[in-house]
């Protein structure tokens, strides 16, 4: 079963790259933001997924 990928658009790119700066800046410097907090693996994992997402599904 091949998996058909299209190229993510610019933004959901760009949202993936944010969440995994902000996790590595919060997980190297201790930094604590409200919504994020200690969840620095949480925010990379959500990135992640964003970016997944936006290879799986055509449009996003």
């Known amino acids: 079963m091949p998996f058909r990928l299209t190229p993510p658009t610019q ?7 944010v969440l995994a700066i902000l996790a590595a800046i919060l997980h190297y410097t201790g930094i604590s933001i409200p919504l994020v907090g200690t969840h620095t693996f949480g925010t990379l994992l959500v990135g992640y997924l964003v970016l997944l997402a936006g290879n799986l599904i055509e449009g996003i």
């Open 11 to 17: 933004l959901t790119l760009l949202i993936s790259v």
